[in-house]
């Protein structure tokens, strides 16, 4: 009987360690273009008004930025996107939060909807520039500076 009871012990502690240690999942992927059917695509940029290389997510929220590089050509061409982006394009028809940290957390830019470059791009991210680890979609946050 102990060793049951014991079995069952290692069995619920192992499964509450798999369920309690899964991080959200990304339902976003990386390239270098956007449908026009997609509702949720956005650009980072390398450099400042928009230049140097880019990578263009496609789909929702995006948990966290690691181990995805700058894709186009131009500098920054193979660099990390978490934390090196100076500039997005938000070309979706939500407004767009680029966080600090991970897990959409700390301090944030919000992007408004639609990729008209007089008006939902940030030409220079503020709160975030070089200091972006994760966005999400229809998003309200206090913390954020509003473009």
Known sequence: MRRKIASLGLTAAATA???LGMAPQSQASAGLTCSNSNAYCMVFYY???LSGS???FVGFDHYSLNNY?????GAGKGQAVKNNAASVLNMSAYSLNIYYNS???GACDAIPAWGDTNTTSDDR????????????YGRYDGNCYKF
Do not use: D
């Open 47 to 49: 450099n400042s008004g």
């Open 125 to 136: 991210l503020v709160n975030t520039y070089n200091n972006n680890a994760s966005f999400g």
């Open 103 to 105: 897990n959409l957390a």
């Open 54 to 56: 880019r990578t263009v």
């Open 69 to 73: 590089t700058f894709l186009g050509s």
């Open 17 to 19: 360690g798999l369920v």
